[in-house]
């Protein structure tokens, strides 16, 4: 059963359309989908979004939400939905328990109806309920916000970039929470710039400059990148990276944390490339076959 449907939405800025934020954008969410929006700020994620919650009009188009057209029947979507900005904009001189209770009775109902959904959320912030929201560490933030927006109940999330400028341990935490709502029915929608949180959902749709790259399972995203791989790294970083780039055996080259992954053309350049490094040996050349993630995915589309 689809949840989400989005066909040919097109999003442009500016008196003349010279920007232009959403391309043709086409995919759909199965119900109880963790589905997952990935790419780099300014990807049109934000617009997107904006348009599936009825904040936001495409120039063209046509998206729904549990078969609700997002113009026609956005009074009907807004009752349905879950949405967590990228910016923190709950009331921050309002109590945890204040902000709780505002956006439950807004929904008609109460904290007290629909604890069990935010039990396991709200539990951990529970001790800091006479606290301001604006008093709040940004995990702690972040759990307030996810909690109001699941209050009552909505049958699809949507999440923008909840993870950005919070800690790694608060970060693993809140794609704990993710799995376990999915585990109740709920259809998820979340964006975010890293890389490796692209395995953590059932499908994602790599996003660039408004267009979509590739939407596939994370698994089967790598599987698709069929080019060797190799990580060098040496004393000159820099000029083994400008190097590289002249060989006719190689791909692209890119830095890729303490290393350069290198994507040969084929396999035929291979020992090529170990006779490069063995000419650098006296600069610590190091060379290590790798496997793809995400990220060399990502950057592979791009290119294209």
Known sequence: MISVEVNNIIKTYGKKKEVTALSDISFNVSKGELFGIIGPDGAGKTSLFRILTTLLLADSGKATVDDFDVVKDYKAIRQRIGYMPGKFSLYQDMSVEENLNFFATIFNTSIEENYDLIKHIYVQIEPFKDRKAGKLSGGMKQKLALSCALIHRPSVLFLDEPTTGVDAVSRKEFWEMLK???????????????????????????????????????KGIV?????????????????????????????????????????MKDRSGEPLLHQFVQEHKNENAVLQSTQPDIEDCFIALMKR
């Open 180 to 218: 376990e709502l999915k585990s109740q029915g709920i259809t998820i929608l979340v964006s975010t710039p890293y890389m490796d949180e692209a395995s953590l959902c059932d499908r994602v749709a790599l996003i660039q400059k408004g267009k979509i790259l590739s939407i596939n399972t994370p």
């Open 223 to 263: 599987e698709n990148f069929t080019n060797p791989l190799w990580a060098v790294k040496s004393s000159r970083m820099l000029s083994l990276l400008n190097e590289l780039l002249q060989k006719d055996f190689v791909e692209d080259v890119y830095p890729f944390g303490e290393y350069h992954h290198v994507v």
